[in-house]
């Protein structure tokens, strides 16, 4: 069965630092990863994809992500923090063998100080 | 706009009420998901529709009770529920839900904030 571990529920930055969000999977087969951000009230928003194209995946917001077979960690970093990144983030796993139902982690929510 | 709306965006109901949740989508898509967000766990998936017919159901209690009269539209009914059913429930549509499909983006609505009293 696959699953997702996201290693941090809450990371702290200060604005204009880069952003860390650590997430490792485990899957028998290659896997579809995705992130998505929940900013408060608010439904998912998909930040970025990986299908097993390249292995360096760039989203929307300056965020990006590396897929790690070897380390099977899917980490989602950016650059420098805004203050519009603080929200809830999710890193998920497709199961392609039951029809692509997604399977969440438990989120981390990512607070930015001024 | 996710273009994935959800009605009412909150609600309060006693455990004696009979409600309804909606969500319509306005992605052309096939498939139409209801989730459960509660605080300090994962999403958990309630039912899958695809193309009007059920497709999973990850044993969720009877008293709720999911319709999908078209592909656009999705209810939840909820009668006799439990405080601890207070949670945010969100809906989501995609393209497809088809056996071995590897990928399959869901766009989300924004979801319905149920308080149980």
């Not at chain 2, 319709?67 to 909820?78: G, V």
Request: aromatic share 10%; with cysteine.
């Amino acid at each position: 069965a696959q699953s997702v571990t996201q290693l941090d529920s809450h990371v702290s930055v200060s604005e204009g630092t880069p952003v860390l969000l650590r997430c490792n999977y485990s899957s028998s087969y290659s896997p579809s990863l995705f992130w998505y951000v929940q900013h408060p009230n608010k439904g998912l928003q998909l930040l970025l994809k990986y299908t097993s194209a390249a292995t360096l995946v760039k989203g929307i917001n300056g965020f990006e992500a590396e897929f790690k077979k070897s380390e099977t960690s899917f980490h989602l970093t950016k650059p420098s923090a805004h203050m519009s990144d603080a929200a809830e983030y999710f890193c998920v796993v497709s199961d392609e063998h039951q029809g692509g139902k997604l399977i969440f982690g438990q989120g981390t929510e990512l607070s930015v100080k001024p | 706009e996710t273009g994935v709306t959800q009605t009412p965006r909150h609600l309060v109901m006693g455990m004696t009420n009979k409600k309804s949740l909606k969500c319509e989508q306005h992605l052309g898509h096939n498939a139409m998901y209801w989730y459960k967000q509660s605080a300090k766990k994962p999403l958990e998936l309630m039912f899958v529709y695809s193309l009007e017919e059920r497709v999973e159901n990850n044993s969720v209690p009877s008293r709720f009770s999911p319709e999908c009269p078209n592909s656009s539209h999705l209810f939840l009914h909820l009668h006799t529920l439990q405080p601890e059913d207070s949670a945010l429930y969100l809906c989501a549509s995609s393209q497809d839900f088809a056996s071995g499909a590897s990928y399959n983006e869901q766009f989300f609505g924004p979801g319905t904030r149920l308080t149980v009293l």
